[in-house]
Every structure is written in structure tokens, then in C-alpha cells.
């Protein structure tokens, strides 16, 4: 799997919380501000308020406070060099339209009573009752003043005088709340973005979350459907950067390992099995073949000679023998397979043991034509602790190893004790056809054969060898070989000497 930088599952789940939290905050703020500084423009723009600020936005009041001391400063400069303008109706009328379109309406009073009502919907005697009494001054223009109506307005005063030379004053009217409406319209949109803010940030999060989550869990999802179809080639890569899923591919990864690996076991076992079955039957037909006829000749006493009988009764008791040793071999294969190969190991004296199983093997190497020689190269009676019958078993093994690739004409098998510090080295070399290199290192594998040709001079089930490196490692040993084409083998094996370990006898002094 590759390298990537990543993070535990919990720490993400955080980071989406602080981001679900900050981040809808932040671009509120952000667009709040953005908003509101429109929002502020086109107020001053559509009211004919110069300078607009952020406070109009919050206080309606002063929003239209702003609005009608505009609107009276405008009233006045038209009026200052016509003042009969405010005693004609034609353009009050027009001037009331030009302000109902911003909420407002134009209202005057003299001394008569109310000579102007730009109002809809408020009488001339609800105006008398609501606007202030008549100033005896006539040149400025009052503060704002809020008059109690269903509905707060607020009113902006300019005292003046008609042609006639009487005080009149004109007023002009807004209702507070509904003056400018688009503010609740703005607060309405303001809410409206926080939300959709809120949501975004939470679906975007939601989905970060999600998708870190379901791709790999995908990809684990279908390499469970090719493992389960038998493709344990399949290599999972989940591509998440989330620690626990990348725990959870890696720990798959291991596990496909470990089953194409027990897959392979298996099919090298049914390999091995079926390889171990085709040997045995073509060693074994061999000699069965051979019975068979000797056993013919016998019986149509073509053996008619004292001699011939001999030689024909001995074929058949080699051949017999030939059967037993594959069938030895086939019940030992069993046990190592299973691992439950019975050891019985005591102390033996390692020199007088070889020295036996010479004398044993000897006899019959020398009727097959070959001298098996002896050297004992050991400084002391050495002892190791073995298994006098699986030692045995080693020794022949190899020894009949050799025999089997024996070449030469005069065979030669030298058997070499030598000490090695605290092992025993056995060196058993014969002078036959010898070993390719690239073939040296596998002759000890389960099935191995230097000749695959399988010709029927060579028996054996292709074992032997892996046998003895099976026995001398369950010895704590060590077994190789080295070899030389056309001149012959050296197989090595070590074991491990005996050594008491002193006994300290403690002495009660007096003192």
C-alpha cells in the first residue's frame, strides 16, 4: 500500500464539528456585511438619503429621521425663492405623490386649520388632534417628534408664512414601522443565507465525511466478492486517508497474503501428494514386474539349476526388499507430513555407532561393487544425544542416495567423523556422476530428483533426502552438500555433542 498522510476517524468527525460550527458563522459574518453594506447603498439610493450609515440599518427611526431631513431640506430650497409654491395645490400634489412612493405624506396647518392633507387615510380632524399648535415664530424647522397614532410615526416641522403674512407650518409625516419595509425584507433574506450557509456547510461536511468512508469501504466490499470468487490475486488499496480504514485494508491485505499463501500450501500439497503417488507407482511396478517374472520362471522351471534357483529366489528377495524400503519411505513421508515422527533420544557414542553401521552397510555396498571406507578424524570419545534408529535412517539415506547415482565402475563411499568445537561433523562422499550447481541447493526439497527422466535403473520415491534434512533439524543439526559434476558428492551433516554439566557440591565448614 502507499504512503499517505492520515488521520484517526474521531479526529475528523471532530474537525467536521468545529467546521460545522465556525464556518456558518464565519460566512454569515461575511455575508452579512456584505449584505448590509448593498443593502445600505440602496436605501440611500431609493430614500435621496446622502451618506447612508450601518446604524440606519438597525434603527428605523432614525432611518426615516434621516429620510424627512432630507426631504424638508428639499422642500425648502424649492420653496425659498417661490414660497407660493407651498400655497399651490398642484404642486403639493405632485410633491405628496413623489413621497407616498417613500412612505411619507405632506401635511400643512394654519391658522384656520389644516389647509393641506396629503393623507388617505387620516382625516383633517384626527391631523388637528395629532399635529402641534401653530408656532408664533415662522423661520425654523422643529427636532423630530413622534405622534401616538394606531401606527408610532414621526413627523418633521417647517414653520413659514403664507402670502396673507399668517404662521402656517408644514409637516411632513412617516410611519415608523412602515416607512421602509425592505429592512424586514433584508433581516428575512439575512436569515434566509444563514440558513443556506448552515446547510451547505453541513451537507459538504456530511458528504466529506461519507465519501472517506463508503469509497474505501466499496473497494473492501468487492475485494471480499473477488476473494470469495477465488481471486486471491486481487490486491485491496483503499486510497483512504482515514487511519482506521487504512488499519482495516492493511489487516485484509494480510489476510489475502495468508490465504493465497494456505492456498498455495494446498495446491503444492495436492501436487506434492499426487507427485509422491505417480513415484511410488512406477517404483513400485518396477520390482512387481521383476517378481512377477522371476516368480514365472520358477514355476516353468527355467530355473534348473541349483544356481539359477539361487540367483532368481535372491532377485526376488532384493525386489521384495526394494518394495518394503518405498513402502518405509511412504509411512515416514506420512509422519513428517503430519510431524509426528517418533524420537527416542538417549546419549550414544558417536564413533562406535558409525563404526557399527559400517559393518552393517559394508557387506552388502560390497556386493554391489562399492568399498565403503571409515575415518574416525574425532579427538575424544564424543557422545551426542540422537535417535540411534532416525540416525540410522540418515545414514542409509544418503548412502543409498549415492548408490543410485553411482557411475563409476569401482563405486567409493568414505564416512568422516571430524570435530567441529561442540559438534560432531559427518561427511559422507562418493565418487559418482555428481550434482549440477543450480540443482545443489534442492536436493533436499520433498520430491527433488537430479534425474527427472525417471529411468528405471533409479528408484526411489525422491524423498530420502528430505528426510534426512527433516531429522537432523529436529535434531538441532545442520545438513548440506557440496559436489563437483563427474566427480562426485559430499552431503555434511552436524550434531550437537553431549556435555554434563558439573554438579556443585556445597561443604558445610565449621567454623
Given at each position: 500500500?502507499?504512503?499517505?498522510?492520515?488521520?484517526?476517524?474521531?479526529?475528523?468527525?471532530?474537525?467536521?464539528?468545529?467546521?460545522?460550527?465556525?464556518?456558518?458563522?464565519?460566512?454569515?459574518?461575511?455575508?452579512?456585511?456584505?449584505?448590509?453594506?448593498?443593502?445600505?447603498?440602496?436605501?440611500?439610493?431609493?430614500?435621496?438619503?446622502?451618506?447612508?450609515?450601518?446604524?440606519?440599518?438597525?434603527?428605523?427611526?432614525?432611518?426615516?429621521?434621516?429620510?424627512?431631513?432630507?426631504?424638508?431640506?428639499?422642500?425648502?430650497?424649492?420653496?425659498?425663492?417661490?414660497?407660493?409654491?407651498?400655497?399651490?395645490?398642484?404642486?403639493?400634489?405632485?410633491?405628496?405623490?413623489?413621497?407616498?412612493?417613500?412612505?411619507?405624506?405632506?401635511?400643512?396647518?394654519?391658522?384656520?386649520?389644516?389647509?393641506?392633507?396629503?393623507?388617505?387615510?387620516?382625516?383633517?380632524?384626527?391631523?388637528?388632534?395629532?399635529?402641534?399648535?401653530?408656532?408664533?415664530?415662522?423661520?425654523?424647522?422643529?427636532?423630530?417628534?413622534?405622534?401616538?397614532?394606531?401606527?408610532?410615526?414621526?413627523?418633521?416641522?417647517?414653520?413659514?408664512?403664507?402670502?396673507?403674512?399668517?404662521?402656517?407650518?408644514?409637516?411632513?409625516?412617516?410611519?415608523?414601522?412602515?416607512?421602509?419595509?425592505?429592512?424586514?425584507?433584508?433581516?428575512?433574506?439575512?436569515?434566509?443565507?444563514?440558513?443556506?450557509?448552515?446547510?451547505?456547510?453541513?451537507?459538504?461536511?456530511?458528504?466529506?465525511?461519507?465519501?472517506?468512508?463508503?469509497?474505501?469501504?466499496?473497494?473492501?466490499?468487492?475485494?471480499?466478492?473477488?476473494?470469495?470468487?477465488?481471486?486471491?490475486?486481487?490486491?485491496?488499496?483503499?486510497?483512504?486517508?482515514?487511519?482506521?480504514?487504512?488499519?482495516?485494508?492493511?489487516?485484509?491485505?494480510?489476510?489475502?497474503?495468508?490465504?493465497?499463501?494456505?492456498?498455495?500450501?494446498?495446491?503444492?500439497?495436492?501436487?506434492?501428494?499426487?507427485?509422491?503417488?505417480?513415484?511410488?507407482?512406477?517404483?513400485?511396478?518396477?520390482?512387481?514386474?521383476?517378481?512377477?517374472?522371476?516368480?514365472?520362471?520358477?514355476?516353468?522351471?527355467?530355473?534348473?539349476?541349483?544356481?539359477?534357483?539361487?540367483?532368481?529366489?535372491?532377485?526376488?528377495?532384493?525386489?521384495?526388499?526394494?518394495?518394503?524400503?518405498?513402502?518405509?519411505?511412504?509411512?515416514?513421508?506420512?509422519?513428517?507430513?503430519?510431524?509426528?515422527?517418533?524420537?527416542?533420544?538417549?546419549?550414544?557414542?558417536?564413533?562406535?555407532?558409525?563404526?557399527?553401521?559400517?559393518?552393517?552397510?559394508?557387506?552388502?555396498?560390497?556386493?554391489?561393487?562399492?568399498?565403503?571406507?571409515?575415518?574416525?578424524?574425532?579427538?575424544?570419545?564424543?557422545?551426542?544425544?540422537?535417535?540411534?534408529?532416525?540416525?540410522?535412517?540418515?545414514?542409509?539415506?544418503?548412502?543409498?542416495?549415492?548408490?543410485?547415482?553411482?557411475?563409476?565402475?569401482?563405486?567409493?563411499?568414505?564416512?568422516?567423523?571430524?570435530?567441529?568445537?561442540?559438534?560432531?561433523?559427518?561427511?559422507?562422499?562418493?565418487?559418482?556422476?555428481?550434482?549440477?550447481?543450480?540443482?545443489?541447493?534442492?536436493?533436499?526439497?520433498?520430491?527433488?530428483?537430479?534425474?527427472q527422466s525417471r529411468n528405471s535403473r533409479i528408484r526411489g520415491s525422491g524423498i530420502g533426502?528430505?528426510?534426512?534434512?527433516?531429522?537432523?533439524?529436529?535434531?538441532?543439526?545442520?545438513?548440506?552438500?557440496?559436489?563437483?559434476?563427474?566427480?562426485?558428492?559430499?552431503?555434511?551433516?552436524?550434531?550437537?555433542?553431549?556435555?554434563?554439566?558439573?554438579?556443585?557440591?556445597?561443604?558445610?565448614?565449621?567454623?
Amino acid at each position: 500500500m502507499k504512503n499517505r498522510k492520515s488521520t484517526h476517524l474521531k479526529t475528523r468527525i471532530g474537525i467536521a464539528f468545529f467546521v460545522i460550527l465556525l464556518v456558518p458563522v464565519v460566512l454569515a459574518g461575511i455575508l452579512y456585511i456584505c449584505l448590509a453594506n448593498y443593502k445600505v447603498k440602496e436605501f440611500g439610493k431609493k430614500y435621496g438619503i446622502e451618506n447612508p450609515t450601518y446604524e440606519n440599518l438597525y434603527d428605523q427611526s432614525l432611518m426615516v429621521s434621516r429620510l424627512l431631513d432630507d426631504k424638508i431640506q428639499e422642500i425648502r430650497t424649492e420653496t425659498g425663492s417661490d414660497p407660493k409654491k407651498l400655497e399651490d395645490n398642484a404642486w403639493l400634489n405632485s410633491k405628496n405623490q413623489e413621497l407616498e412612493k417613500q412612505h411619507c405624506f405632506i401635511a400643512i396647518r394654519n391658522k384656520e386649520g389644516i389647509y393641506y392633507n396629503g393623507s388617505t387615510t387620516i382625516s383633517d380632524e384626527q391631523l388637528l388632534d395629532i399635529l402641534p399648535a401653530l408656532s408664533e415664530s415662522s423661520g425654523g424647522s422643529d427636532s423630530s417628534i413622534y405622534i401616538r397614532t394606531a401606527d408610532q410615526a414621526l413627523i418633521k416641522r417647517m414653520d413659514y408664512q403664507m402670502s396673507d403674512g399668517s404662521n402656517a407650518s408644514l409637516f411632513l409625516i412617516a410611519g415608523v414601522n412602515r416607512a421602509i419595509p425592505e429592512i424586514k425584507e433584508w433581516l428575512i433574506e439575512v436569515a434566509v443565507c444563514i440558513i443556506l450557509v448552515l446547510a451547505l456547510t453541513c451537507l459538504i461536511t456530511s458528504m466529506w465525511i461519507y465519501r472517506s468512508i463508503d469509497v474505501p469501504l466499496r473497494k473492501v466490499k468487492n475485494a471480499t466478492r473477488q476473494i470469495r470468487d477465488g481471486n486471491l490475486d486481487y490486491r485491496l488499496d483503499t486510497g483512504s486517508t482515514i487511519t482506521e480504514i487504512t488499519e482495516l485494508g492493511e489487516d485484509f491485505e494480510d489476510m489475502r497474503l495468508r490465504l493465497k499463501e494456505s492456498a498455495e500450501e494446498k495446491l503444492e500439497g495436492d501436487k506434492e501428494s499426487k507427485e509422491l503417488l505417480s513415484n511410488i507407482s512406477h517404483d513400485l511396478k518396477t520390482p512387481i514386474t521383476a517378481i512377477k517374472g522371476y516368480a514365472l520362471g520358477l514355476m516353468d522351471g527355467v530355473a534348473n539349476t541349483p544356481e539359477k534357483m539361487d540367483r532368481y529366489v535372491r532377485t526376488i528377495y532384493n525386489k521384495a526388499s526394494d518394495m518394503d524400503n518405498l513402502i518405509d519411505e511412504l509411512t515416514m513421508y506420512s509422519k513428517i507430513d503430519t510431524n509426528r515422527i517418533p524420537y527416542n533420544f538417549a546419549r550414544i557414542h558417536i564413533a562406535d555407532y558409525f563404526e557399527d553401521c559400517v559393518e552393517d552397510i559394508r557387506i552388502e555396498l560390497q556386493e554391489r561393487g562399492i568399498d565403503l571406507i571409515y575415518f574416525n578424524y574425532l579427538h575424544d570419545d564424543a557422545v551426542v544425544i540422537a535417535d540411534a534408529e532416525q540416525l540410522k535412517r540418515v545414514i542409509n539415506n544418503i548412502i543409498s542416495n549415492s548408490v543410485k547415482y553411482m557411475d563409476k565402475q569401482r563405486g567409493v563411499i568414505n564416512i568422516r567423523l571430524r570435530d567441529v568445537g561442540d559438534f560432531v561433523q559427518v561427511e559422507i562422499e562418493d565418487n559418482g556422476r555428481g550434482i549440477d550447481q543450480n540443482e545443489l541447493t534442492r536436493i533436499f526439497d520433498r520430491f527433488y530428483r537430479t534425474d527427472q527422466s525417471r529411468n528405471s535403473r533409479i528408484r526411489g520415491s525422491g524423498i530420502g533426502l528430505s528426510i534426512v534434512h527433516k531429522i537432523i533439524s529436529d535434531h538441532e543439526g545442520k545438513v548440506w552438500a557440496t559436489s563437483k559434476k563427474g566427480v562426485g558428492t559430499v552431503i555434511y551433516f552436524v550434531l550437537r555433542k553431549y556435555q554434563e554439566v558439573p554438579e556443585t557440591n556445597e561443604q558445610d565448614t565449621d567454623h
